[in-house]
Nanobody, 127 residues
Framework: QVHLVESGGGLVQAGGSLRLSCAASGRTFSTYAMGWFRQAPGKEREFVAAITWSVGRQSYSDSVKGRFTISRDNAKNTVYLQMNSLKPEDTAVYYC????????????????????WGQGTQVTVSS
């Protein structure tokens, strides 16, 4: 079992930036890919970004590609999501999650392939 705690959300104007953090404990963090998802009111949870367990390969949804950057610091058991050029449509609760499969070759954007979720952090972008 792993415990995830997100932080860094808040209210920001369109065009601004935020950096989300997700601190993990309870599992060998460095051997699992990590993902970020988000859920806006009235909408389903959607994939945002993911990073492989061995730092190097990232994947992004088309809606955030070029604006968001996912990274991880295995020494700190933390994954980050740098969000730039924020838009009102980025408003959502953001969740980090751990891959269900250890040492996965690559990443997955399917939420069912993630088995531990944080409590979420609210990001609100005003126009």
């Amino acid at each position: 079992q792993v415990h995830l705690v997100e932080s860094g959300g808040g209210l920001v104007q369109a065009g601004g930036s935020l950096r989300l953090s997700c601190a993990a404990s309870g599992r060998t963090f460095s051997t699992y890919a990590m993902g970020w998802f988000r859920q806006a009111p009235g909408k389903e949870r959607e994939f945002v970004a993911a990073i492989t367990w061995s730092v190097g390969r990232q994947s992004y949804s088309d809606s955030v590609k070029g604006r968001f950057t996912i990274s991880r610091d295995n020494a700190k058991n933390t994954v980050y999501l740098q969000m730039n050029s924020l838009k009102p449509e980025d408003t959502a609760v953001y969740y980090c999650a751990t891959d269900i499969r250890r040492y996965r070759a690559g990443v997955t954007s399917t939420s069912a392939e993630y088995d531990n979720w944080g409590q979420g952090t609210q990001v609100t972008v005003s126009s």
